[in-house]
């Protein structure tokens, strides 16, 4: 009996232990957790992370599936689910590790809220690791699925990004939707850029790696990764590293660390200590960019803040305020767009005199840089205030080397002290809004105020600071090292008289390690980066065509080889392709100095003798298609995306060839216009043929792109009285503007012959009359100064008529 009572004592005190044993960390098939239950959460082994739900701050009903820092008391969060949305649920959902799905979330109704996305797997078990990763194994113990491989907005020590990964801001502290704020990789550049959010497309990015290299494809980045030393480093594809942790870390041992894409748009790496002495709270390590107010400056989107409102920084990390007499459309938001308290009308009774109605907040160092619509020359301050008075349009004066009026809604607003201007808010009197009241120094009388204490006073006016997100993670494991693998492929294979491979989908498949790394999407399908070995090894750009036909298989083969007998420095060399079944690939010679695109419209202006090169190029290029070519090529889509930059930034055309091979199975051209807006001919809206001169065209639109740096369709951006850009430069043409066109640059105005001739050739070009653009042969050579160039005639005379 005592023996009997000893062995279960001995029994009870084991049991527990082996249960801890065999099930730290471990959640077996068939476990759920509660959203509102007190049950634990599933921890790591060393209680570090869990998984499970946590409250929304402001609802007390809603629940996120997430994983958190455990140990500290913000129970920071540093990966959720997401699917469309965040995976929040409400009170009683439940979450389930089933065994064909993985994870599966369920609201009360038992209707689907989020799941893990396994395709098919027989799932053994699932663990919480101590790194921060969620991890769900097969009973071959394969990894089915891990949470670090669908990062949300932190990466941990240990996590990789990939190629294809990307991190999104949230909305706001406490909101867990998409965020404006995206950080991912763009052609071997690691890059931080504002997205617009129904469609998803990004816009400018306002932090650049620069880590593709064009004279070495191979030296441009492709992981991020985050190493025990706590380092964070962009691996390049010869294992070389850039780093971007530029001081000195602190150990992962003693310190939980996080790399967080904050909502403010500022990606951070934080360290917050372990053990529970000294000062508890994330403290920043590093952070990019180093000015996000400024950094952010395309013409699209708000900026930084939202519409109306204005950047400014604390440290590295932004504030936004809306100006006097403006105010938050959501007070929750502070990073929102802000609205005027006050009408702007054009249609104020005439009692009153204009200046009776309305007057002036100003405020020093302030501008809103892509909201221009008109700009005064030699304006002094009470001239810009006046005019600004006088026009019904007007929301806000600049008064800056003249007088810039801007328009609503105003974007990308900053205070920048650099910029020694005078902005003059406009409001209503009379409604004068509650706004004015909270403001300390709103009085529009107060105008002789020390810069400072304006500035001052319209940051602390309108909102509350926020709270940083304070989200983290911290962990050991391991990461993997992509390997590169290479497809060997026989001499003997190659095709005819062309030196075109044939390749089977298999080898294509195994070249770009699955079709992983997307470097670009066109209107023709995706391209991604392989490895393929000739007789060497070459850097390949594989572009899956998604619209080919299946019945031209004959046609596919016989456009191939019409592209593969071009041969031209000014031209991508297609290698090979590949036709098996469904599938229809060609495989190009990769560059990597990216796309023309890129290279105009990024921050800097290239200077100008490369981008006279440049346009030289492309015009040889295109003049060796339409007219050296056994077999004549219109490309149909010349546009900048469309040239890419070898390491010399030597131009070549790329997709020349497949505007035929897409359409080749419809006898009506006019039905499928292709080209890209901005760029197309007028002749394929009017049921013309669609001859050579459509590549003219385009190749006028992209050369005064070339000339100014600015987009042909920067409609929304608005600045400085120019609204489509083969119009305006027409109108500073005509008026002997060309300093304008150029922005000043001087190494272009010192060549001012050839810049004249250019801009002479490209308006030659984008004639509205085919019959009068000149040929490609033509071009190259006025553009050489080898034959003269005539004075050309309005582009478009009859504009007016047309729309
Ligand atoms: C989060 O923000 C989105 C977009 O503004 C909004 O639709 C959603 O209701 C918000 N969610 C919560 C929980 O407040
Ligand atoms: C982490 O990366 C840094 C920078 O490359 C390096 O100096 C350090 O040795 C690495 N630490 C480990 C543990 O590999
Ligand atoms: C603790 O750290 C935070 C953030 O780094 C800092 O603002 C605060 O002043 C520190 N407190 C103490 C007592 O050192
Ligand atoms: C969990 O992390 C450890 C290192 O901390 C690693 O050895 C182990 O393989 C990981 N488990 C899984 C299932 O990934």
Redesign the pocket.
Known sequence: MASATFYLILLLCWLPYFAIAETAGRVPVGETLTAGNEASPWLSPSGDFAFGFQELKDNKDLFLLSIWYHNIPEKTVVWYGYGDAPAVAPRGSQVELTVDRGLVLNDPQDQEIWNSAIGLGAVAYGVMNDTGNFVIVSGDSDELWDSFSYPTDTLLPFQVMKTDGELFSRRSESNFSKGRFQLRFSDGNLVLSTVNLPTKSVYDDYYNSRTSDGSNPSNSGYRVMFNESGYMYILRRNDQRFILTTVRPVSTADFYQRATLDYDGVFTQYFYPKAST???????LWSQPENICVGIDGGLGSGACGFNNICSLTGRKPMCNCPKGYSLIDKNDVYGSCKPDFELSCNDETQNSIEDLYDFFEINDIDWPTSDYEFYKGYNEVECRNSCLHDCLCAVAISREGCWKKKLPLSNGRVDSKLNAKAFIKYRKGDTPPAVHRLPNSDPSDKKGNPMSATASLLLGSSVFVNLILVGAFGFGFFCIYKKKFVRVHQGESTMETNLHCFTYKELAEATDNFKEEVGRGSFGIVYKGLIQMSSIHTVAVKKLDRVFQDGEKEFKNEVMVIGQTHHKNLVRLIGFCEEGQHRLLVYEFLSNGTLANFLFSNAMPNWNQRSQIAFGIARGLAYLHEECSTQIVHCDIKPQNVLLDQNYNAQISDFGLAKLLMMNQSQTKTNIRGTKGYVAPEWFRNKPVTSKVDVYSYGVLLLEIISCRKSIDVEMGGENYVILTDWAFDCYRSEKLDVLVEGDMEALSATRELERFVMVAIWCIQEDPALRPIMRKVTQMLEGVVEVAVPPNPSPFASSMN
């Open positions: 000294g000062n508890r709270s994330w403290s920043t």
